[in-house]
């Protein structure tokens, strides 16, 4: 099975083609060119490098959301429309359980934190249960869009060592050591922020348990609104007081 996989979910924009159980290729560029500059050419030259003939993609695996709204707008937008032109099925996987897949097989409880401003963090917490010869990944609290507070209380009353990764560790690490009680670490830069290719194997146990949709079926998860949404929401408020 083959699948191409885009994440633009955040900073980091990624791509990656896996065919069964091997990694193809990949290109990650964390660094401050937009999206819309960069995920295309990535795609192109990914598929150059590797002589991707597009006919033989089984899926197309898409970072769903949340995350930057603008990024996930570029995303969907490109992953849609290759969708659309190849005649492929898209599989949506949610942007936080990709990100923590990035720590397969780990015996603590893996938290992602993606900083979403206002001191609000889009996060979970998940393990990983071995399996007759592998692991599985189990969800324990699902991807939500909190207060970091309130997900540092939820780890705190698990009671077990916790592995942090994601673009709000930095943003949020002060506040971590002073009201985490349990152990902790923090992943290591190969491994701390999104990757396609752990989205891509993900993505598979997606399409096998029947997980896929169309293109026209797709749609982005935000859990939040935009700042231009609430902004204008707060207008309307004003506005009906």
Do not use: W
């Not at 540092?152 to 077990?160: F, Q």
């Amino acid at each position: 099975m083959k699948i191409l996989a885009v994440d633009s979910s955040g900073m980091v924009a990624s791509v990656a083609i896996v065919e069964d159980d091997i990694l193809v290729a990949e290109y990650n560029v964390n660094f401050k060119k937009t999206h819309s500059q960069t995920l295309l050419p990535m795609i192109d030259e990914i598929s150059r490098m590797v002589e991707l003939d597009t006919a033989t993609i089984d899926a197309i695996a898409v970072a769903a959301g949340p995350g930057s709204f603008t990024g996930l707008r570029i995303g969907s937008a490109t992953v849609k429309g290759l969708a659309q032109a190849l005649g492929k099925p898209v599989v949506a996987v949610p942007t936080v359980d990709a990100l923590a897949y990035n720590l397969y097989g780990s015996s603590a409880v893996i938290c992602p934190l993606m900083d979403a401003r206002r001191n609000q963090t889009y996060t979970g917490i998940y393990e990983f249960v071995r399996t007759e010869n592998a692991f599985a990944m189990n969800t324990i609290e699902e991807q939500c869009a909190v207060d970091v507070g309130e997900i540092i209380g939820v780890l705190n009353s698990l009671g077990r060592e916790v592995v942090f990764l994601g673009d709000g560790v930095p943003v949020f690490a002060e506040q971590i050591e002073k009201e985490l009680k349990v152990p902790h670490t923090y992943a290591p830069a190969f491994m701390n922020r999104q990757r396609a290719a752990a989205l891509a194997v993900l993505a598979k146990e997606y399409f096998k348990d029947g997980k896929s949709q169309t293109a026209g079926e797709f749609v982005p998860i935000y859990l939040r609104l935009s700042q231009a949404e609430r902004e204008q929401l707060e207008k309307e408020k004003q506005g009906a007081n």
